[in-house]
């Protein structure tokens, strides 16, 4: 069973920058494919950007193409979200989740293991 931790949000002015970390304990990271997903209160948690186990494959949600851009080390465990151009409606607490299965999709069912999560605020 692997646990995932998510740092580096915070408070950013609109048009700032943050980079999201998610770090794996447990077994190593390379053995599953992982997404980030975000939730903002009052509405569902929605998918935001996913990237195969080796990292040769990303996929985005339209709303954060050409803004963010999710990598991986698998030598240090840990899965990386830059977030660039940030907008008010970004802001949500951010999770990454991990599937055991080889692709995953949008689908926050497809993924096994969840971290706590990371609150980004954006300021207008």
């Known amino acids: 069973q692997v646990q995932l931790v998510e740092s580096g949000g915070g408070l950013v002015q609109a048009g700032g920058s943050l980079r999201l970390s998610c770090t794996a304990s447990g077994r190593s990271l390379r053995n599953y494919f992982i997404g980030w997903f975000r939730q903002a209160p009052g509405t569902e948690r929605d998918f935001v950007t996913s990237?195969?186990?080796?990292?040769?494959?990303?996929y985005y949600a339209d709303s954060v193409k050409g803004r963010f851009t999710i990598s991986r080390d698998n030598a240090v465990n840990t899965v990386y979200l830059q977030m660039n151009s940030l907008k008010p409606e970004d802001a949500a607490v951010y999770y990454c989740?991990?599937?055991?299965?080889?692709?995953?999709?949008?689908?926050?069912?497809?993924?096994?293991?969840w971290g706590q999560g990371t609150q980004v605020t954006v300021s207008s």
């Open positions: 990237i195969s186990r080796g990292g040769y494959s990303t």
């Open positions: 989740a991990a599937a055991q299965r080889y692709e995953a999709g949008e689908n926050t069912d497809e993924y096994d293991y």
